[in-house]
Structure formats: C-alpha cells, structure tokens
C-alpha cells in the first residue's frame, strides 16, 4: 500500500508571520510543483518521463527509417503529408500530456478546522462548567436532480465531500469529480483535466493506428518494387517489423481505454463511480442523455482553479477558546474505517482501542495509571485512584485536533497518592505489595 509521506515542516519567523511563504511551499498534499508553483504534478511525475520516451522513441525511428523513404514515393509532394502528421500528432499528444499532468485536476481546499456541527450555537454546556464534545456525522445526505446522494466527512482534509469528490489516497487531495489517479501521466484525473485526459488518450490511439498503418505500406511497397513474397519484404526492413509489434500492443491498451471512456462520457459516469457504484443497477443522477452528456464533457468551461498555489499563506486568526472539555470530535474516531476512496484497510481511530471514547482521541490519566506505571498495584490502590479519576474537578488531558499528544499530566493527588504509597512500603521494609506483575516481590 501507498504511504503517503508526512509534509516537511516549514520553518517561519513568528514576528513576521506567514507572509514570506507562498501555498506551494507549505502544501499539505504529496503533489510536487514546478516553476514557482506554475506546474502541479502527482507524487509519481518521474513515470512522466517514461511515458514521453514511450511515445517519442518510436516516432523517431518512423520518421528515419519509414516516412524518410516514403517522401519520395508520392508525387505532388504527398510524401511530405507523412512526415508533416505524424510531426504534428506527436506534437499534440505531449503537449495534452502535459495539460493533464501539469495541472490541478480539481482539488478541494482543506480547512484548517473542523467545520461546527450544524445547530451549534456554542453556548451548549453540560455540568462542571464543561462544553461536551460534538460528534459530527460521519455520513451525510443531500439530492442530485431529485435523487439522494450520500457525502462522506474527509478526516483529512475536514470538509464534507461535495457529491462525485472523492479523497486520493497517493496525492493526498479531495478531487472534485475524481475519476482514477493515472500513474502514466502521474496525476489525478478530475473535473479540471478529465478532457485532456480523454484527448490525450485518443490521440495515442490515433498515432498508434497511423504509425501501424504506414508501416505497412512501406513493407507492401517495397514487396510490388521487387516483385518478392511479403517475408522477404520484411527482411528489408526490421524497423517496420518492430514498430507494427509495438503498436499493436500498445493500441489495445489505448484503444480499449479509449473505447471505455467513450462509455463512461455516454453514460456520465467516473470510473471510481463505475467500478463501486454501478451505476447500471439503478439510476444514475447525473445521466441526462448521451447528447448532453457529451456537451457537458467537452463544450462546458473549465471552472477555475480554487487553489491559488503562488499567492503568499494568509495568517490564521486566533481561535476563540472554548470551555475545557469541549470540541468537536472526528466522525470516526473511536470507530474502526474502512475507507475505499483513501485505499486504506479498516484501522480503529487511533493506536488506543476503547480509550478512544472519552473524547477526541484521548486517555485519561486513570487509564495511564491503570495501564502503564501503577498498573500492577493493589485493587484497594487502583480503586482509589479510580474515584479520583471520577472527581468532576480532574479533567483527562486531551491533544490538539489531528494529532496525538505524547505528554501526560497526572493530577497532584495521583503524585502524592504515589509518594505516601512508596513511603509506606520504605517504613514497612518487609511488606509487599501482592498486585505487582510476577507474584509477591520486596519493594
């Protein structure tokens, strides 16, 4: 399974702010930018390069060892049409690679904070003087041209996802319209590249076909000039032999994907939407035709960019504070996942299991005592520091949104509970404590 790594840490002066940083720089996703944040590409932007060799190495020994011979064998100059397409037919399938590639396929900004729980005025309290923490559903429910569509909470980039949005687990972005992440042109195919990807692809098809095609028309050229069977023919030229077997493999490929996103626009459908919902079973919302669905693919604006990656980082402002003891809680924490759309296994929220139900993913100090250090004293022990645990005025420290805090602060009671048990157990000398682990030990 892809891991995505953890962004680097950006260091900034605390007088000055933020101000001195562009979005590119402190980018949260795994994307990689080039030119000051101009271009945009995937984690995996280096299989872009194998692409293009892919693509320009064998156009380049067409155009030396075939299209160079055929020039001369058609009058009127037809022979320089062989080179001036396939010139520009490579030309314009780099230059669609790169415009889906380089590009921001449709990301969905994250928030900085988890949006409030709806109907929260934030005056609710409970006793003790403690706001309770909020729950935010984890599944919500909104209508598409009159049918329900279920949206899900991203915990990573804490939004709900708007309908047909799904969160790619190699870039690590929420993609509007999220279609497949292309490892071949090392990007996600989105709202903002879906057309380019589909251009891209039938080109390659195009080219494929026409590089076959004159190959073999040189090889049946050169059987009439000689009057020779077609094996010898192909003697005569192995270049025409190897480029016929690449392209034949490499249209089925292209062809076929073309041929299947010739469907999914038919139908307007994605390809995560194909392969989890199938949509064949029941209605799709979003089909409103072949005729308008192919208009809504290739004859709509391209919406704009929501992320502007080059403008400098704006300063967060201070957060009001709330009562302690209040919050907003993850809709899956303390509940085991099993995300299809970020590719993850079903884990439980957090490394601690049931502990996970006091709140936002945090332990008790009872529970470290009962757990850790003093979790082998006497049941007279552990009881009492459970009722001090209880006490409305001990609060368990809780950690900050999105992140586990590694430092546990146990009350005054707790540490002077401790100290008189270890001098009790000094003045008695012999005495033993029997809930050690290993049976009774002399302390």
């Known amino acids: 399974m892809y891991v995505v790594p953890p962004p680097s840490k950006m260091k900034s002066d605390p007088n000055s702010g933020t101000g001195d940083l562009r979005v590119y720089q402190t980018w949260k996703g795994s994307n990689k930018f080039f030119l000051q944040g101009s271009l945009i590409f995937g984690p995996d932007v280096r299989s872009l390069v194998l692409t293009i060799i892919l693509i ?13 011979k055929l020039m001369n064998d058609y009058p009127n100059d037809w022979g320089i049409s062989i080179m001036v397409v396939i010139v520009a037919l490579t030309f314009s399938d780099l230059v669609l690679l790169l415009m889906t590639s380089g590009r921001d396929p449709g990301i969905i900004p994250r928030n900085t904070h988890p949006p ?56 690590n972005n929420c993609v509007e319209r999220f279609d497949h992440h292309c490892p071949w042109v090392g990007q996600c195919i989105g709202l903002r590249n879906y057309r380019f990807f589909f251009m891209f692809v039938s080109t390659t098809t195009v080219l494929c076909i026409y590089v076959f095609g004159f190959c073999w028309v040189y090889i049946t050229r050169i059987m009439h000039a000689e009057h020779t069977t077609i094996w010898k023919a192909m003697i005569k030229t192995p270049a025409s032999i190897v480029l016929m077997i690449y392209t034949f493999i ?16 038919s139908t307007n459908q994605t390809t995560y939407e194909n392969f989890r919902y199938r949509y064949d079973r029941r209605a799709s919302p979003y089909d409103r035709g072949v005729l308008q669905n192919f208009q809504e693919t290739f004859c709509t604006g391209i919406p704009q960019s929501k992320n502007k990656f080059r403008a400098k980082v704006p300063e967060e402002p201070q957060l009001q504070t709330r009562p ?48 850790g250090g003093l979790g082998g004293v006497s049941p007279d022990i552990r009881t009492h520091l459970d009722e001090i645990g209880e006490r409305p005025g001990i609060h368990p420290r809780r950690s900050s949104w999105g992140r586990q805090s590694g430092n546990w602060e146990m009350s005054p009671e707790v540490v002077a509970l401790a100290a008189r048990v270890g001098e009790q157990n000094r003045v008695g000398g012999g005495s033993s404590i029997t809930g050690l682990p290993g049976g ?4």
């Open 56 to 68: 320009v190495v064998p156009v380049a020994i067409f155009c030396v060892f075939v299209a160079r």
């Open 440 to 443: 009774n030990q002399k302390l």
């Open 116 to 171: 409030e729980p709806e109907g929260y005025d934030g005056n609710t309290e409970a006793g003790g003087g403690q706001t309770p923490p909020l729950r935010l559903p984890r599944i919500k429910e909104v209508e598409v041209n009159g049918v329900p569509v279920k949206i899900k909470f991203c915990d990573t980039c804490m939004l709900y996802r708007p309908p047909r949005c799904s969160h790619c687990s190699i870039c």
């Open 324 to 371: 302690l003891g209040g919050g907003f809680v993850s809709p899956s924490m303390g509940k085991g996942t099993d995300d299809i759309e970020m590719g993850r296994k079903a884990t439980w929220a957090g490394e601690f299991g049931a502990g996970l139900e006091h709140g936002e993913g945090q332990l008790s100090d009872s529970d470290i005592l009962k757990d």
């Open 250 to 265: 490499a249209v089925w490929f292209v062809g076929g994907l073309t041929a299947f996103h010739l469907y999914l626009i």
